[in-house]
């Protein structure tokens, strides 16, 4: 690394490579954060395990008097959970959104979408899955006199799978009354667009029968004909939602008999009613039904009695009661780890990581360091104890950035830098500046004036501290083999706790340069400096390159074929440029001036390449000829292999990953293992982590664990084993053994 290398070479003056790399790490990290939270410092988000809400506004002609300003709340739902409709159906919660607004401003009802139908068993639900954004118009009066619209939201919704939580969240947002508001303008008009069309209700009519519902209705959309369609009613507890219904087609007129609720306990004069075609997409937004108001002609039968106090059913708010109290208590713990254990885990781990290859090349240039100053302790002393500092105070950095992002709504891991291409690409020109520092195509002191050159031999500490930052921003990735339980852990700490966590990760990574740089013996036993220090500093040069091809082969991953090869394009501009700055002449001007030009332009034309995220289908981590029984992972095939009865084996995994594509092409490669795993039906998962996705991470979570690599064989009616993330063939076995 640049600021490494100088630390030993004082020809090499230190200023330039530090702004170099402390510019790519700073914006590697912001730019993982702002790409993280997507959509600005304006967006007010709440996470949790099952639903990521956010308050969103839409003003694009600004706010004025007469005007109408919308405002939003976006549910995201994790794979599989689902909130509801105004009418839940069987059984659940309607969202409710409580606002708090300025005088002069309220808020209207919330825009409905069309609902999605849930079938569980012999009951059915109605509301909505995946994302749905709920509407709702603030009029703005006269009165209202204020720079800024303060937007105030209490929402609270109910949140089912196969069980059901209460959730709420507090959301703030503050939208200029100047200007325009219109960076969600497709949400806002995908979600209208979604709502029900008014129905004009002409002679369409309700008959009430004995245990059924009759309904007959004309005037429906052309192309909805003879088509299967779902029946909303928006007065709760009306019908039977899960219950066999009939419908059928005469010419344009659509008629169906629907049962009747045995608990019911209403009946109204008129029924507001949603219709929507039954054959719309499986996931994904519903398509837009149409809403009508029928009268009803007829008495309706004899009403149940209203429950006592409450209109949920007693088995409905019993299990409410329960979450609630689960809730209250806060969650369990996801690691069967004590805090002392993983305190100790981070040590052990942190020492551990100065034998990857990714931290390697960093120790032995730190050696170096020795071997050139081996007779001065003090200077030893200082530099150990700043470059332990830089270790230290960057792993924590890291790691309140990662909690930070989370408490914002983000579902990410540790790891999560090298999900964002641009992080990976900024990684990239940072290692190639290195190598090619390294093998000598350019010195620093040749490309600056005298007085900045003296710089760093003024400051070595400052060297030494930025040499721990650079570190930490190599080996951050490969933390996870021996840090999975207790990152997991630490995610669920309170912040002290879990920044305690990674200091002592720092520590542990430090430890050796700073206990060697207090022992002078470990200074003696090193070779005097000579020619050796210049071959084995060109030979570092080699590893740094070895870097950038992984990087360009984990870019691939993300952006695909063209995205890696724009950024070997810009990359081999970049070393012409370095080449060229340093000639010496008019040849250096000339040159100089031409491949700055083509770095300008290479980044400007296919610079958007390198950074534009293939589809999620395109990215996954298939298998490879030859294995033939990989499937990739997602919360449902791994729910419906278990229903059929078969082990579910998962490899949580990613390209930048080191240690997953050590084992994917060792142990999960091997063919007696994999013979053996079909001749117990075993099935097997691939769960890429490459890039973001919130389901991976929920179901690291679930396993206790905040990285890859993740290995978890799951079996109906018994508790997931978790795997060492070293991964062996006979550990398989053992687990497969003991099924």
């Keep these: 690394m640049p600021a490494l290398a100088l630390s030993v070479f004082r020809s090499q003056p230190a200023p330039l490579a530090w ?28 996470q949790t395990e099952q639903v990521r809400s956010e308050l969103m506004a839409h003003a694009p002609q600004g706010v004025g008097a007469g005007r109408t300003v919308w405002a939003g709340l976006q549910l995201t739902h994790a794979p599989e959970w689902h909130t509801y409709w105004k009418n839940p159906g069987d059984s659940g919660l309607p969202t409710e959104l409580r606002w708090t607004l300025p005088p002069g401003v309220t808020a209207g009802e919330i825009a409905w979408p069309t609902p999605r139908k849930f079938p569980l068993g012999n009951l ?42 209460p959730e709420e969240a507090s959301l703030r947002l503050s939208i200029p009354v100047e200007g325009s508001t219109a960076a969600n303008a497709a949400l806002f008009d995908a979600s209208l667009a979604a709502a029900p069309t008014a129905l004009a209700a002409g002679d369409g009519r309700i008959e009430p029968e004995e245990g059924f519902l009759r309904v007959n209705l004309g005037g429906l959309p052309a192309d909805w004909r003879g088509k299967t369609l779902e029946f909303f009613p928006e007065i709760p507890g009306l019908i039977e939602p899960g219950a066999p219904w009939t419908q059928a087609w005469d010419g344009d007129r659509w008629s169906a008999r629907i049962p009747l609720s045995a608990h019911r306990s209403e009946g109204p004069s008129e029924l507001p009613l949603v219709l929507a075609r039954a054959d719309g997409p499986a996931v994904g937004p519903a398509e837009a039904g149409v809403r009508t108001v029928l009268p009803v002609q007829g008495s309706w039968p004899a009403v149940a009695a209203l429950p006592s106090g409450n209109e949920v059913s007693p088995a409905l708010q019993a299990a409410l009661d329960a979450n609630t109290a689960r809730a209250a208590s806060g969650p369990a713990p996801a690691s069967g780890l004590t805090l002392g254990a993983a305190l100790i885990s981070a040590l052990i781990g942190g020492l551990i990581l100065n034998l990857m290859p990714c931290v390697f090349p960093v120790l032995a240039i730190k050696v170096l360091a020795f071997a050139r100053h081996a007779d001065d302790r003090a200077a030893h002393r200082r530099n150990g104890l700043a470059y332990t500092a830089g270790v230290v105070l960057s792993f924590m950095a890291l790691g309140g950035l990662l909690l930070g992002l989370r408490a914002a709504g983000e579902a990410i891991g540790w790891g999560f830098q ?27 002191g040749q490309m600056l004036p005298g007085q900045l050159a003296a710089y760093q031999a003024r400051h070595p500490t400052v060297d030494a501290f930025l040499t721990g930052v650079l570190a930490v921003a190599v080996a951050s990735p490969c933390t996870a083999p021996f840090m999975g339980a207790s990152l997991g852990l630490a995610v669920g700490l309170p912040a002290w706790q879990a920044l305690s966590v990674f200091a002592l990760l720092g520590l542990g990574m430090a430890l050796p340069y700073l ?3 207090w022992w002078p013996a470990v200074a003696r036993l090193l070779p005097r400096p000579g020619a050796w220090m210049q071959t084995f500093r060109q030979l570092m040069a080699f590893p740094m390159f070895a870097t950038v091809v992984w990087l360009l082969w984990v870019l691939g991953q993300q ?20 080449w060229a700055l340093n000639l010496r002449g008019r040849s250096r001007l000339v040159l100089g001036m031409v491949s700055a030009a083509g770095l300008v332009w290479l980044a400007i034309a296919i610079g958007p390449r390198v950074t534009t995220m293939l589809p999620a289908d395109v990215t996954a981590l298939d298998a490879k000829p030859g294995e033939g029984t990989w499937e990739p992972w997602s919360p449902a095939r791994q729910e419906a292999l278990l229903a059929e009865g078969r082990p579910v084996f998962v490899d949580f995994t990613a390209a930048w ?16 293992l994999l013979q053996d795993m079909a001749s117990r039906q075993v099935a097997l998962l691939r769960a890429d982590w490459t890039r973001r996705d919130p389901a991976v991470t929920a179901a690291l979570a679930a396993l206790g664990r905040n990285g890859v690599p993740v290995y978890a064989i799951h079996k109906n009616g018994r508790a997931p084993v978790v795997l060492s993330e070293v991964l062996s063939v006979e550990e398989v076995r053992a687990a497969l053994t003991g099924l």
């Design 19 to 46: 702004r170099i790399a402390l510019l790519l790490f700073l914006s590697t990290g912001m730019a993982s954060a702002q790409s993280l939270l997507g959509r600005g410092s304006d967006a007010a988000v709440s």
């Design 124 to 165: 059915a639900n109605y509301g909505y899955g995946d994302t749905v954004l709920l509407p709702v118009p603030l009029t703005i009066e006269a009165s209202f006199r204020a720079p800024t619209l303060d937007i105030g939201l209490e929402a609270s919704w109910l949140a089912c799978r196969k069980e059901c939580i």
């Design 418 to 444: 090298l999900q964002d291409p641009m992080v990976v690409a900024a990684l990239a020109v940072l290692f190639t500046l290195i190598g090619l520092n390294l093998a000598g195509l350019f010195e620093f």
């Design 515 to 517: 206990l060697a740089s």
């Design 559 to 578: 952006t695909g074929i063209d995205g890696a090869a724009a950024l070997l394009m810009i990359l081999v501009a970049l070393a012409l440029l370095v």
């Design 657 to 672: 990953c080191v240690t997953c594509q050590y084992n994917k092409r060792t142990t999960l490669a091997d063919p007696a």
